[in-house]
């Protein structure tokens, strides 16, 4: 373990000392401080502390320009420790954040190309679909006693009733659609031409 002050990692690391005053870089390294063996009242760096937050947090296409940074990164990838496998740091952070904007780009396009639906608008036209059965149900029972009323034989009285729900059926599918895709657009999500 190696102590010393920000001064003396800065010189050994080949970066200026200012890089060290910054509000988030000296943040990072407080969990690295450490009390002096000889002097407990004073905090010293610990530099293999330091060098795992800094290399954890550091944005990766800074180290294109930092050859001794780099030899570190493929030696490391060669011996892929278990903690910065378990560990997420900025190139973790920093992919996923690019896969959720890959996935709203994706999503606009599909808005854009109209192959979208709210769900708002889905759950108020299934909800209007169900009620528009439900109604056509209620009031379809006297037109069907009174039709099969008329009717002497089961096969007369079985076709009657698979028109009637296939028409009611029709008409609830019929009125989703149409609330679900306005006038101009089909199912499909392209929009016709008129």
């Known amino acids: ?19 060290f005053s910054k509000p988030h870089i000296k943040k990072l390294l407080e969990s690295a401080m450490e009390p002096d063996p000889n002097n407990p ?7 293999e502390k330091a060098d795992k937050i800094l290399e954890k947090n550091q944005d990766p296409s ?7 940074a780099a030899k570190k990164d ?9 903690e910065t496998q ?7 952070v920093r992919t996923r954040h690019e896969q959720i904007k890959v996935q709203e780009a994706e999503l606009n396009l599909l808005e854009r190309k109209g192959q979208t ?4 608008e889905v759950i108020r036209a299934t909800a209007s679909a169900g009620q528009v059965l439900r109604e056509r149900l209620q009031t379809s029972s006297r037109t069907i006693a009174e039709k099969a009323a008329t009717m002497t034989s089961a096969q007369e009285i079985k076709s ?6 296939r028409s009611m059926l029709q008409m609830v599918s ?18 016709q031409l008129n």
């Open 1 to 19: 373990m190696t102590l010393g002050t920000k001064a003396e990692y800065a010189r050994q690391n080949k970066v200026s000392k200012a890089n």
């Open 41 to 47: 009242k004073r905090q010293l760096l610990n530099f």
């Open 62 to 68: 800074k180290r294109l320009n930092n050859p001794a």
């Open 74 to 82: 493929q030696a490391s990838q060669k011996n892929g420790s278990e």
């Open 86 to 92: 378990k560990s997420e740091g900025y190139a973790d």
């Open 117 to 120: 639906l709210m769900r708002e």
């Open 160 to 165: 009657m009733l698979d028109d009637e729900y």
């Open 174 to 191: 019929d009125d989703l659609m149409r609330k679900l895709f306005p006038a101009g657009m089909e199912p499909g999500g392209t929009t």
